[in-house]
């Protein structure tokens, strides 16, 4: 059994790893932690800008590969069985792709918890992995909402 847990180091991700690490210990399934980046602007065409804009986003997508190693590291350390995905590409898109490729039972996604306007102007990433995903989702709320 495996758990695909997507996680965007905001604050609601502590919340989604112990909702996945639980899930884990309770069905002995392996975790499988993901994050996914934007794609890389040179790679869709557009013009990156000066070489600082190229810099920056390099350090960034390292920043990103250092917090997924570090808690791939702790769940590793606390007993589970688990391995970091890091992906590049439109989210949704990638966590559906990575739950049918993977064959998951369950993808655990955290709530930032925006209102209707925002998800009318802006979209939402949990809702569109509920709409695709080929398993159930297990979504967790932002701290002070639910328990």
């Known amino acids: 059994m495996q758990l695909l847990t997507l996680v965007d180091f905001s604050e609601t991700t502590p919340r989604v790893l112990d909702t996945a690490s639980e899930l884990a210990e309770a069905l002995s399934a392996k975790l499988l932690v993901m994050h996914a980046v934007a794609p890389d602007p040179e790679f869709v065409g557009f013009d990156v800008g000066p070489a600082s804009m190229q810099q920056n986003a390099h350090r960034d997508l390292s920043w990103e590969e250092s917090q997924l190693k570090q808690i791939v590291d702790d769940?590793?350390?606390?007993?589970?069985?688990?391995?970091?995905?890091?992906?590049?590409?439109?989210?949704?898109?990638?966590?559906?792709?990575?739950?049918?490729?993977?064959?998951?039972?369950?993808?655990?996604?955290?709530?930032?918890?925006?209102?209707?306007?925002?998800?009318?102007?802006?979209?939402?990433?949990?809702?569109?992995v509920l709409r695709e995903a080929p398993c159930p989702v297990v979504v967790v709320p932002p701290p002070g909402r639910g328990a």
């Open 75 to 128: 769940l590793a350390a606390a007993g589970h069985d688990v391995a970091p995905l890091l992906v590049q590409g439109p989210i949704v898109e990638k966590v559906v792709a990575e739950a049918k490729h993977l064959r998951v039972d369950y993808i655990v996604i955290g709530s930032h918890g925006h209102g209707a306007l925002y998800h009318m102007l802006m979209g939402s990433i949990t809702q569109g």
